[in-house]
């Protein structure tokens, strides 16, 4: 399985760019980086989800190193409603299935 | 649009009791995939249905299966329950296969064995 390793928790001061690291080293050339978060007793929520080039939308960036090894997740302007665990995935594929392995994420908690 | 629908949120089993999960997908999905999330093990793949067959599986016993219906709508099974299966059980849609693009998951059924 291809594995990824994120910190175990991060603090962010309200107002302030979270930057949240992910390191995927096993990555194969079309897996896809994914960045999912899940608020306490709620399903995960979608963030952002890149290749090989940066990405951004209206939540955050997605920030992938050449060689594909790593990944940093990018909120601008972290609120306390981005209080949560991030979890970053790669989106193995085996011909036509694939499967998510997700880690055990980032607790990320922003404070006033 | 309705989000994804898991039935039923909270239940209670007891050891050797059977249970089933639904899901109702978003409309115009097509495709289903189904997590269990514990403490100890986080998050964990079980298995992704798309046009009522099943495109892979995580590693679970066959204890646990799972089907699609016509409608995209899928179920969960998962027989001689365990202890260790109590957890939130999961199911998210797409519209494609292969799990590609943004998932949408429901709020989960909450499965305690005792």
């Known amino acids: 399985d291809a594995k990824t390793t994120q910190p175990p928790s991060m603090d962010c001061a309200e107002g302030r760019a979270a930057n949240l690291p992910c390191n995927h080293s096993t990555i194969s050339g079309n897996e896809y980086v994914y960045w999912y978060r899940q608020i306490h007793s709620q399903g995960p929520q979608y963030i952002i989800h890149?290749?090989?080039n940066n990405e951004t939308n209206e939540m955050a960036s997605l920030i992938i190193t050449e060689d594909r090894k790593s990944s940093t997740l990018i909120l601008p302007h972290a609120t306390l409603r981005d209080t949560a665990v991030y979890y970053c995935i790669v989106r193995e594929r085996a011909g036509t299935a694939s499967k998510l392995t997700f880690g055990t994420g980032t607790r990320l908690q922003v404070t006033l | 649009k309705a989000g994804v629908t898991q039935t039923p949120r909270y239940l209670i089993k007891t050891r050797g009791q059977q249970v089933t999960l639904s899901c109702s997908p978003i409309?115009?999905?097509?495709?289903v995939s189904w997590y269990q999330q514990t403490p100890g093990q986080g998050l964990q793949f079980l298995f992704e249905y798309f046009s009522e067959t099943q495109r892979n599986k995580g590693n679970f016993p066959g204890r646990f299966s799972g089907r699609q219906f016509s409608n995209s709508r899928s179920e969960m099974n998962v027989s001689t329950l365990e202890l260790g299966d109590s957890a939130l059980y999961l199911c998210a849609s797409s519209l494609g296969p292969a799990l590609a693009g943004e998932l949408f998951f429901g709020e989960g059924s909450r499965l305690t064995v005792l």
């Open positions: 890149g290749l090989k």
């Open positions: 409309s115009g999905h097509r495709s």
